[in-house]
């Protein structure tokens, strides 16, 4: 009966075990044109010489016991490579496994949930390459929604969000004291963003984003496999 409040009162304790965001902790960029496409400055539209970033990354932990020393990272921009939204969770290499494969390098398993585009859910896991050889590859369990229920109309998150409402269910809903919580978080980097004094750091239309990003994040644990990539049927490679 009380189940959207329980929902909501757990998501504030989370955010309460959140330290606001340090600009330290932070790299923000802001694209520039690769020869081709414009850059941020360029747009007509945009203050000569603003400072405005146009892409984030932060490294962030949550304080409680389940989650203390965990690192959780966002990244967001624009004009990057890629258009996606998604959520990785990335396990810690097995004690051993590079003994087993002769001290080759072994890539991290990760469960990657993807909310677009091609709605899917996948493990990136290490299996034996086929053959005599010893040699470790890389391949997926993959959940591809658009494969797995070809033909099923897939709604989006509004559609049920609006179907919430009129069943009376606010679990999904924001409440008051868990904005203000969330707030509370990213106010304090968003008035030293505000304030002009800090530089984004410029990269190319269509990159990845700031490679100090890339740099920032492997430093808090994440180990990114570059041979990996993922191709579902339906699209678009990871």
Known sequence: ENYSD???????KLLKCIEPWKVENMVLGQYVSDGKEPGYL???TVPPGSKQ???AAVVMYIHNKR???????MKAGKALDQRRAEVRVQLRSPPGAAAMFGGQDIPR???????????????????KTPGLKTEITQGELDLTYGDRYEGERIYDAYTRLVL???RGKQATFVRDDELIAAW???TPCLKQIESGKIDPIPYKFGSRGPKEADDMIAKAGYVRNEKYGWKPR???SS
């Open 109 to 127: 398993n990760e469960l990657v949930l993807r909310l677009q585009p091609n709605e899917s859910i996948y493990l990136k896991t290490n299996v």
């Open 184 to 186: 509370e978080i990213v």
């Open 164 to 166: 919430d409402v009129l």
């Open 67 to 73: 989650w203390e020393g965990v690192p959780f990272i």
């Open 6 to 12: 329980y929902v909501r009162d757990e998501k504030v």
């Open 53 to 55: 970033p146009t892409f």
């Open 234 to 236: 339906a699209g678009s």
């Open 42 to 44: 360029d747009d007509e």
